[in-house]
């Protein structure tokens, strides 16, 4: 079975605070996305990864970064929290097209 | 137009009926189809994939695509409580690598005991 691990399953946050969410894989996935999720919004991509130290931008990548300096490991951080990223973030990891989610993080920023 | 368009809903049937659900898509290209169910509160979790025009089933799931109509479907047979999710419909992104999806925004399903 396909295991994808994120850090937090909740996090609360202060506006301005640098936020680092993990997103670790075990199957040897070249790619690798992170999402948010907001209600009537669906699922937005903000930057996905195919390989180690590389990195797309998606289609809402203001206010965040991402690292991948492993394959099996990829970080998206918030460089300053603002409240519109108050949001459930998504990693997930592919093969052949088929995306396998992790459990998600529900972040507040305050 | 959106990429993945899908019926909002919500969608109730009684237990025991037939669910359909419906997704189409704007880009002729797209060669990948996925449905994922989604638990309130939980992530995405992929149910079918499919790939060739026609049927494929799983179980009480069968996913139709027909290509030339640019619409993909998800029919839940015997519909059980357990059943209740929302469902999102997901097509790859021609124009980008690294299989890229772009998901619709879900059908809520109630299935009403």
């Known amino acids: 079975d396909v295991k994808v691990t994120q850090s937090s399953r909740y996090l609360v946050k202060r506006t301005g605070e640098k936020v680092f969410l993990e997103c670790v894989q075990d199957m040897d996935h070249e790619n690798m996305f992170w999402y948010r999720q907001d209600p009537g919004l669906g699922l937005r991509l903000i930057y996905f990864?195919?390989?180690?130290?590389?990195?797309e931008k998606g289609d809402i990548p203001e206010g965040y970064s991402v690292s991948r300096e492993k394959k099996e490991r990829f970080s998206l951080i918030l460089e300053s929290a603002s409240t519109n990223q108050t949001s459930m973030y998504l990693c997930?990891?592919?093969?052949?097209?088929?995306?396998?989610f992790g459990p998600g993080t529900r972040l507040t920023v305050t | 137009q959106k990429e993945v368009e899908q019926n909002s809903g919500p969608l109730s049937v009684p237990e025991g009926a037939i669910a359909s659900l419906n997704c189409t898509y704007s880009?002729?290209?797209?060669?990948?189809f996925f449905w994922y169910r989604q638990y309130s509160g939980k992530s995405p979790e992929l149910i079918m994939f499919i790939y060739s025009n026609g049927d494929k089933e799983d179980g009480r799931f069968t996913a139709q695509l027909n290509k030339a109509s640019q619409y993909v479907s998800l029919l839940i047979r015997d519909s059980q409580p357990s059943d209740s999710a929302t469902y999102l419909c997901?097509?790859?992104?021609?124009?980008?690598?690294?299989?890229?999806?772009?998901f619709g925004t879900g059908t809520r399903l109630t299935v009403i005991p």
């Open positions: 990864s195919y390989d180690v130290k590389m990195k």
């Open positions: 880009d002729r290209g797209s060669q990948s």
């Open positions: 997930a990891s592919s093969v052949r097209g088929e995306q396998y």
């Open positions: 997901a097509v790859n992104r021609v124009q980008t690598g690294a299989n890229n999806l772009f």
